[in-house]
């Protein structure tokens, strides 16, 4: 019995309107391609949803989502574009 009551846990409360999947006062839009291997997609009636975001295409828009669980080790191998304030200017001083 709890093991059913943790599958449906992610989304327990969920409602299908008209609008869209309602929880929590929010309507859930479905996930967007990105969002696949983050471990807070859960499904709802054949569609994956995000319970910890309402618009998980918006929640792209400006880069990675900062909820997402499949992909922090690979922001921060590629956070070598993001430059840290300190190393740029000891880089600028080089000449660099
Ligand atoms: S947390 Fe972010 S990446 Fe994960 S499902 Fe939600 S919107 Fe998508």
């Not at 807070?40 to 910890?52: D, G, I, L």
């Not at 909820?67 to 660099?96: I, Q, Y």
């Amino acid at each position: 019995m709890a093991d059913e009551k943790k599958k449906v846990s992610a989304l327990d409360g969920a409602v299908m309107t008209p609008e869209g999947l309602s929880f929590k006062g929010f309507i859930l839009s479905p996930i967007v391609e990105s969002c696949t291997g983050c471990e807070r997609v859960a499904n709802f009636e054949e569609q994956a949803y995000c319970p910890a975001y309402a618009e998980p295409a918006k929640k792209w828009t400006r880069g990675i989502c900062n909820f997402a669980t499949h992909v922090k080790a690979t922001v921060d191998k590629e956070g070598k574009t993001k430059v840290n304030p300190l190393k740029a200017s000891k880089r600028a001083a080089r000449g660099r």
